[in-house]
């Protein structure tokens, strides 16, 4: 099975939203089938057949999660990101900023959820292959 170590090998080839997709697919490679993004510490759970799972340790500093969700405003900033206009610590914080959780992805279907505190749906994308 996969360990933390080599997500992260694969993750530090990341330098913007941009090379979101490369990752996944590098990911997949490994094993994963599903993972979470904690947005509030910034660690992640990655989730294998046969119920194996690997957690990383957080990322970053606590941050506190907004209250109400500004749906639009993460919108614009995911599209940003996903253009490669901002880092990733700027797209966390942006996160944080506007309620967002956390964020699922799930590899088999090539989709990503992003959820506020209440685990409410509040945008489900495909990923780009």
Do not use: R
């Amino acid at each position: 099975m996969f360990t933390v170590e080599q997500i992260k090998a694969a993750h530090s080839k990341v330098k913007s939203g941009a090379d979101f997709p490369d990752y996944i697919q590098d990911i997949k490679k490994l094993g994963v089938t599903s993972y979470n993004v904690f947005v509030a510490d910034g660690h992640s759970d990655y989730y294998a057949p046969n119920d194996y799972k690997a957690s990383s340790p957080a990322s970053h500093e606590p941050l506190a999660i907004g209250e109400p969700v500004d749906a639009e405003q993460f919108k614009k900033g995911l599209k940003e990101h996903q253009q490669g206009k901002t880092d990733y610590p700027t797209f966390i914080a942006m996160c944080a900023t506007c309620g967002i959780e956390k964020w699922t992805v799930f590899l088999e279907k090539m989709s990503c959820v992003y959820y506020d505190k209440a685990g409410n749906e509040i945008l489900a994308e495909e990923i780009p292959q």
